[in-house]
């Protein structure tokens, strides 16, 4: 199977991504594997599984499983804690948040998992991490401080950081449901700065949400509230995925 990275650097050639992000400690298996569908159907280019805090490795794993029985898409996980880290995933965003207060969150999950991580194969995607303002229960849980909406600089700051520490992906995150995304200006700054492919997620609901992203640098766009919360979840993810693509 190709390499993640190598698929989503060829993809990115083509054009800006979107990945879905599930979290199976919110619903059952067969409503995610519903949602897992409906969005492969739509036009996503991978899946994220992740987000909440107390999620068992067997609940992540049958997950995991149920998604790939579905779709050929790559199953990345975005974890919280180590104790989840399913060997059944395509590859990790192995991520340090770079502006948390613990070290829990900078280091220390990583080096509880990286002995897993090597045995099971999965593939290490080397992220920053940087929760903007505001927040959400992403920087709550990860005890940040988040980086404020008005100053760029400092965002650009831990962006290159991040780079400079071999980081590849560099995520900004203004946290699941979030009333308003990341501020166009801030992800232009760090498109400006920063070489890493650029992620950005929290509060993106709409195809103009999800075009501006793009068009202010993103190269890969995470959706995970209106997933699971659409009505009409087929028609309007086609609409933001599409408006994604044509970036």
């Not at 070290?103 to 995607?125: C, D, F």
Request: glycine share 8%.
């Amino acid at each position: 199977m190709k390499m993640i990275h190598e698929y989503i650097t060829e993809t990115r050639q083509k054009h800006p991504l979107h990945f879905t992000l599930l979290d199976p400690g919110k619903m059952n298996a067969d409503d995610l594997v519903g949602l897992a569908k409906q969005t492969a159907e739509a036009g996503t280019d991978g899946f994220l599984i992740g987000g909440s805090t107390d999620l068992s490795l067997e609940k992540v794993d049958a997950s995991v499983d149920a998604i790939k029985d579905i779709t050929h898409l790559p199953v990345i996980l975005f974890p919280t804690h180590a104790s989840s880290v399913s060997g059944h995933a395509d590859a990790i965003f192995f991520m340090s948040l770079l502006n948390s207060e613990s070290r829990q969150y900078l280091v220390g999950e990583q080096i509880a998992s990286a002995r897993w991580v090597k045995k099971t194969g999965l593939e290490p995607l080397s992220m920053a991490y940087l929760v903007v303002a505001p927040g959400m229960a992403a920087g709550k849980v990860g005890q940040a401080q988040p980086l404020p909406r008005d100053d760029p600089n400092l965002v650009v700051s831990h962006a290159l950081a991040g780079q400079y520490l071999g980081m590849k992906y560099i995520y900004l995150e203004a946290g699941s449901g979030a009333s308003v995304p990341v501020p166009s200006d801030i992800i232009e700054a760090v498109r400006n700065e920063v070489e890493s492919l650029l992620i950005v997620g929290g509060g993106i609901k709409t195809p103009e949400d999800a075009a501006q992203a793009v068009k202010a640098g993103a190269d890969i766009i995470v959706t995970g509230t209106l997933v699971e919360i659409s009505n009409e979840l087929k028609e309007e993810m086609s609409s933001l995925i599409e408006s994604i693509h044509l970036g």
